[in-house]
């Protein structure tokens, strides 16, 4: 039987979608901060670029914005007000498209209350289902626009211990269920994912990675097994 995919159901909430895919945002995330460092971002909205110093520039989609004296989040897809051109907005329509298919609220809402947070948790979302390979928040004071970002340039970690970290930050810091957590990151990150009643195992090339599941669904272990 062909191993199920991961992917968006109709069921799914926008916390559930969070789930199955900010791992991998963040893994990709913490790939994109060890590139950058500390420096930070200047964003060129004619050009449609952001840079980092002189040696480094990505393109970039604006997927909205966050109004620092409110507390709203804007998506860049209502564009009257701010007028971005079209070419750097396909992304946040492409999400909206998703939204409508699935009934998915904060993807079809054009304006509501998010505090910064939030906001990051939205661009998280954004990067892991449209495959982005990291997202950047570029404050301008009053407002913070998010943007995110496809690029060659950003090397990724396939080491176990990577996975194994990146998943272990992901289940303890964010409100998600750990192993509907621990499926999406394993089968995004294109490894062989197997679920048993108390542990799941995601398959690394020769070695397998190993997470026991409490009755409420707490992780109680991580264990590596190497072949």
């Known amino acids: 039987m062909k191993e199920k995919a991961i992917k968006i159901e109709d ?37 449609g670029v ?10 970039v989609q604006i997927i909205g914005t966050l109004s620092n004296e409110n507390n709203k989040w804007h998506w860049a897809w209502d564009n009257e007000e ?3 051109t079209e070419n750097l907005i396909k992304e946040s329509f492409d ?16 304006v509501f209350d998010a505090d910064l947070l939030e906001s990051h948790l939205i661009a998280m979302t954004v990067s892991g289902i449209m495959d982005d390979d990291a997202y950047y928040a570029v ?14 340039k950003i090397q990724k970690d396939n080491s176990i211990e990577r996975f194994i970290n990146v998943y272990n930050k992901f289940q303890k810091e964010f409100d998600v269920k750990p192993r509907l957590a621990f499926e999406g990151y394993t089968k995004l990150r294109g490894y ?7 542990f ?24 590596t097994l190497l072949e």
């Open 82 to 84: 701010v007028n971005f």
């Open 200 to 223: 799941s195992v995601a398959k690394i090339d020769e070695s397998r990675v190993i997470v026991g599941f409490s009755e409420r669904g707490n992780v109680t272990h991580i264990q």
């Open 139 to 152: 404050d301008l004071g009053e407002i913070t626009i998010f943007v995110t970002i496809k690029s060659d």
């Open 95 to 110: 999400v909206k498209k998703i939204g409508e298919k699935y009934s998915i609220g904060q993807f079809i809402t054009d």
């Open 192 to 198: 062989k994912y197997k679920e048993r009643d108390e």
């Open 50 to 59: 952001i840079s980092f110093g002189d040696d480094l520039e990505f393109p």
């Open 11 to 47: 069921s799914d909430s926008f916390q559930t979608i969070f789930t199955k895919y900010g791992a991998i945002a963040l893994d990709k995330q913490e790939c994109f901060g060890e590139i950058i460092g500390d420096t930070i971002g200047n964003l060129n909205i004619d050009d």
